[in-house]
C-alpha cells in the first residue's frame, strides 16, 4: 500500500469517550502532520512532527494528544472532546523536514470526526 | 499575520468555458505557494508548488503562475471530471492555508 492511510475514516464519539486516530506513511517522507478541517475555514495547522520529534504545537487544547513512535507512524489521541471538535481531521507528511516545504504534502483521506 | 484568501468561493462553469481562480497572499516570507485539489470526502491532492514571481506550472488543463502579491489558477477547457475544491497555500516556515474555490464543471 502506498500513500497516506488514515483509520478510521469516521468516528462519532461521546464527550467523555477516549479515542485515537492512526496515520500510516509508506512514502518514507522524514516529516508528518496533523490537521483540522472545519466547513468554511482554512486548514488549521495542529501539530508537526520531524524525524519523529515533535516542532509544533499550534496551540492546541490538551485533550488533543500527538503521539509518532516513529518515522511512519502517527497518532492522535482524543480524549473529552467538546462538539466544536466535529470536524476532518488531514495527516499528512512531506520529503524534506517541517520548515522546508520545498515540495507539497501528501494527504490522507482523512477522518471525519463527530462529536456528540 | 500571514494571510491568504481566495476568490471567488464557487464558481459555476460550462464545459469547455475557461476562466482563473486568485490566490492573495500576505505572508512574512514565501519559501513557496502551493496550490491542491480536493474531492469530497477525500484529503487534498497536491498539483504545483511555484517559487519566484514569474513562475508558471501547467498540468493539463490547469496552469498556475505567480506574482510577487498573487497567484492565479488558470483552467483552460473545463470538464466536469475537474470539478473540485482548488486550495492554495503559502508560507515560509509555516505554511498558510486558503479557504479554497469550489468549482462546478457542468456538461
Known amino acids: 500500500e502506498t500513500g497516506v492511510t488514515q483509520t478510521p475514516r469516521h468516528l462519532v464519539m461521546g464527550m467523555t469517550n477516549k479515542k485515537s486516530l492512526k496515520c500510516e506513511q509508506h512514502?518514507?517522507?522524514?516529516?508528518m502532520y496533523w490537521y483540522k478541517q472545519s466547513a468554511k475555514k482554512p486548514l488549521e495547522l495542529m501539530f508537526v512532527?520531524?524525524?519523529?520529534?515533535?516542532?509544533e504545537n499550534n496551540s492546541v487544547p490538551s485533550r488533543f494528544s500527538p503521539e509518532c513512535p516513529n518515522s511512519s507512524h502517527l497518532f492522535l489521541h482524543l480524549h473529552t472532546l467538546q462538539p466544536e471538535d466535529s470536524a476532518l481531521y488531514l495527516c499528512?507528511?512531506?520529503?524534506?523536514?517541517?520548515?522546508?516545504?520545498?515540495?507539497?504534502?501528501?494527504f490522507g483521506s482523512g477522518t471525519r470526526l463527530t462529536v456528540v | 499575520e500571514d494571510q491568504v484568501t481566495q476568490s471567488p468561493e464557487a464558481l459555476r462553469l460550462q464545459e469547455g468555458e475557461s476562466s482563473s481562480l486568485n490566490c492573495s497572499y500576505t505572508?512574512?516570507?514565501?519559501?513557496?505557494l502551493f496550490w491542491y485539489r480536493q474531492d469530497p470526502g477525500k484529503g487534498p491532492e497536491f498539483l504545483f508548488t511555484l517559487y519566484s514571481a514569474g513562475e508558471e506550472k501547467e498540468k493539463e488543463r490547469l496552469k498556475a503562475t505567480l506574482t510577487k502579491k498573487e497567484s492565479f489558477l488558470h483552467i483552460t477547457a473545463p470538464k466536469p471530471e475537474d470539478s473540485a475544491t482548488y486550495l492554495c497555500?503559502?508560507?515560509?516556515?509555516?505554511?498558510?492555508f486558503g479557504t479554497g474555490t469550489k468549482l462546478q464543471v457542468i456538461p
Open positions: 497555500a503559502a508560507g515560509y516556515q509555516k505554511v498558510t
Open positions: 512514502l518514507g517522507h522524514n516529516a
Open positions: 499528512a507528511s512531506s520529503q524534506e523536514g517541517a520548515g522546508t516545504p520545498g515540495g507539497g504534502y501528501t
Open positions: 505572508v512574512s516570507g514565501l519559501r513557496g
Open positions: 512532527y520531524n524525524f519523529k520529534e515533535q516542532t
